[in-house]
């Protein structure tokens, strides 16, 4: 069976690219139809009910997350569409859904579709979605929940649940309140770009500490409410002081 598909973008060129991309190299692709508004979109969303949808963040009318809020339900998975803007981008990294960049490379799109595919069913993306939306609405990022894909299907935290994240190479360690530990196959850089202005600062090569769990800052080293102290690197000895007492 075809992959009915809604390709949401206010750039027609776009739509012509992306068209053009799916129709020559992805025959298992069916366009059903086209949106470049928000409204339009809802409208053909209700009407096709697309197994797939392309979905720019920012449409004229409003935005690609608020088209989604609209919806009563989502049974479809969602592939973002954005020009290299930090924000959309944050947001959608942070919330582990998938996304292309302006202009559209052919290589990204194939990668795209496969994970598409290997996903099988719509369930995981639409409860990434979900979570999306819920932590745009929230007014304290710390009340935001860090969604972290795995092999069994993915974990869940509030930020202000993580104490610190220690890196290992490709992988990090997640030290949480209750005194619990999640591992991520994520690198520290990962961490480092997605909760960089949630509250969190890399004060070391190999940690990343949540500010809401440091007790003082002593000298050249953090203490944390926990007991422990981190070491901060000489290097970022300056803009760890002006983080700490920027809050």
Not at 70 to 76: N, Q, R, S
Not at 128 to 157: C, H, R, S, W, Y
Not at 204 to 217: A, E, P, T, V
């Amino acid at each position: 069976m075809k992959i009915k598909t809604l390709i949401i973008d206010d750039n027609p060129f776009i739509i012509d690219l992306l068209s053009d991309q799916l129709e020559q190299a992805h025959p298992n692709v069916a366009i059903v139809s086209t949106a470049s508004t928000g409204a339009e979109a809802l409208e053909k969303i209700q009407k096709h009910r697309p197994d797939l949808i392309f979905l720019d963040v920012e449409l004229p009318d409003m935005s690609g997350f608020d088209v989604l809020a609209e919806l009563e339900g989502i049974d479809f998975q969602t592939i973002f569409i954005t020009a290299f803007s930090h924000y959309a981008i944050m947001a959608i990294r942070f919330n582990a859904l998938d996304y292309l960049v302006k202009p559209i490379e052919p290589k990204e799109l194939a990668h795209a579709l496969r994970r598409y595919r290997s996903n099988g069913h719509t369930h995981l993306n639409q409860h990434q979605v979900q979570l999306a939306l819920t932590n745009l609405k929230k007014n304290n990022v710390q009340d935001q929940v860090l969604f972290l894909p795995t092999q069994e299907g993915g974990i869940k935290m509030v930020l202000r649940d993580i104490v610190k994240i220690e890196g290992d190479r490709n992988y990090s360690t997640i030290y949480l309140a209750n005194q619990k530990t999640r591992i991520s196959a994520k690198t520290l850089g990962y961490f480092e770009e997605i909760l960089e202005e949630k509250g969190f600062f890399r004060c070391h090569r190999s940690f990343i500490l949540n500010h809401q769990h440091i007790d003082k800052l002593q000298k050249d080293t953090f203490l944390l409410k926990d007991g422990s102290s981190i070491l901060i690197s000489r290097r970022r000895k300056t803009a760890a002081k002006e983080w700490f007492h920027s809050f």
